[in-house]
């Protein structure tokens, strides 16, 4: 399938009411597109990423729903910033004409929200224009989990450990 530069729309946001951290995506890039699921691409890191902070080590091998429910079992809301955009291809680059998610109306539906993480450079310039001084939660720039952002397992899982303190 040709998808040219059409308009790419964002999932639905993904959260309990009583979610403790929220990590925002920038735009689910073709691989999520396709398969309707948050984080697909079969070299994304963020489910062994979200795995190793919880405990979980199984979870990129539940099926979608059930990592879905962990996270929200964990406290943990998943977004992205942008609504919707054009973009040919995958890479945050390329996105053009972004049309901001309503970041604001989603944080005062969580009134234990203590974090917002950003899964990436763009995630973090788009989303920090948005909720800086409109939040008491702490806003924390991650780098990102996709296979275009190339460093080790390892590295990245250094980074995102910030996020353990929230999680308990």
């Given at each position: 399938?040709?998808?040219?530069?059409?308009?790419?729309?964002?999932?639905?946001?993904?959260?309990?009411?009583?979610?403790?951290?929220?990590?925002?995506?920038?735009?689910?890039?073709?691989?999520?597109?396709?398969?309707?699921?948050?984080?697909?691409?079969?070299?994304?890191?963020?489910?062994?990423?979200?795995?190793?902070?919880?405990?979980?080590?199984?979870?990129?091998?539940?099926?979608?729903?059930a990592r879905l429910e962990s996270l929200k079992a964990a406290r943990v809301g998943l977004w992205d910033v942008i609504a919707s955009a054009e973009?040919?291809?995958?890479?945050?680059?390329?996105?053009?004409?972004?049309?901001?998610?309503?970041?604001?109306?989603l944080t005062h539906r969580l009134p234990d929200l203590r974090a917002i993480a950003f899964n990436g450079?763009?995630?973090?310039?788009?989303?920090?224009?948005?909720?800086?001084?409109?939040?008491?939660?702490?806003?924390?720039?991650?780098?990102?989990?996709?296979?275009?952002?190339?460093?080790?397992?390892?590295?990245?899982?250094?980074?995102?450990?910030?996020?353990?303190?929230?999680?308990?």
């Amino acid at each position: 399938m040709d998808w040219g530069n059409a308009r790419r729309h964002a999932f639905p946001p993904v959260f309990g009411v009583h979610a403790r951290v929220l990590i925002l995506g920038s735009l689910p890039g073709e691989a999520s597109l396709k398969a309707a699921q948050y984080y697909a691409h079969p070299q994304n890191s963020f489910w062994r990423l979200m795995g190793s902070l919880l405990g979980q080590s199984d979870l990129a091998s539940l099926p979608y729903e059930a990592r879905l429910e962990s996270l929200k079992a964990a406290r943990v809301g998943l977004w992205d910033v942008i609504a919707s955009a054009e973009r040919k291809g995958s890479l945050d680059a390329a996105i053009r004409t972004p049309e901001a998610a309503d970041l604001i109306a989603l944080t005062h539906r969580l009134p234990d929200l203590r974090a917002i993480a950003f899964n990436g450079g763009t995630a973090a310039r788009h989303g920090r224009r948005i909720l800086e001084g409109a939040t008491t939660a702490a806003l924390i720039d991650l780098p990102s989990s996709s296979p275009a952002h190339a460093r080790a397992f390892e590295e990245k899982l250094a980074h995102w450990r910030v996020l353990e303190p929230y999680l308990g």
